[in-house]
Every structure is written in C-alpha cells, then in structure tokens.
C-alpha cells in the first residue's frame, strides 16, 4: 500500500495544525521558521504550508534510543544560532 492512497496530492497544514501536529506552540513553529531552524515549509500565496512527510522527517531528526545515542541529527532550539550552524540561503554572513 502505497503513503499517497488513491494518488492524492500531498497533504499540507497550516502553521496551527501543523504546531498541533508537532505538539508545539503555533509561536514556537513560528520562531523556528524565522530563525531557519525548523521544519521545510512552502509559501503559497502569502501563506505559509508545510508538508506532512517535511513536519515528520524533522521530528525523526530528533530520534534516540538512549541518553547516549548521537542519533541521526539534531533538532535545534528556536532559537538564534551560531552562523556556522545554519546556512543562510546558501550566501555567507555579513
């Protein structure tokens, strides 16, 4: 069985379903965006979207087994981060 049943577009959610979804703070998924450290999102229009599989690949970045596991990758804090950590649309810092 196919994740697209009956070939249907793939499903997107606005920024309060999808904080809902991601058991977060509309404000939260809001400031992860600003600072580039959340999930992939769309802009349709003035709207803002994101895609089902994109809200859960970055919620699986964050999967461990144990205190110790290093995991697949890290979910970082909404939060400013150092430039080294996060690309800024490909271009260097000024």
């Keep these: 069985m196919s994740a697209n049943p009956a070939n249907l577009p793939p ?3 606005r920024t309060p379903e999808a904080a809902r979804f ?3 703070s509309g404000r939260t998924l809001e400031k992860h965006r600003t600072y580039g450290t ?7 229009g003035g709207r803002v979207v994101y895609a089902l ?20 990758g ?7 981060q150092k ?11 000024r």
Aim: net charge positive; aromatic share 8%; hydrophobic share 35%.
């Design 83 to 93: 430039p080294d950590l996060i690309p800024y649309a490909g271009k260097p810092r």
């Design 38 to 44: 959340g999930p992939a999102y769309r802009k349709l």
């Design 74 to 80: 890290t979910v970082l804090p909404a939060k400013r």
């Design 53 to 72: 599989e994109d809200l859960q690949a970055w919620a699986d970045r964050g999967a461990k087994t144990s205190t110790s596991d290093p995991g697949r």
């Design 11 to 13: 499903r997107f959610l």
């Design 22 to 24: 991601l058991s977060l």
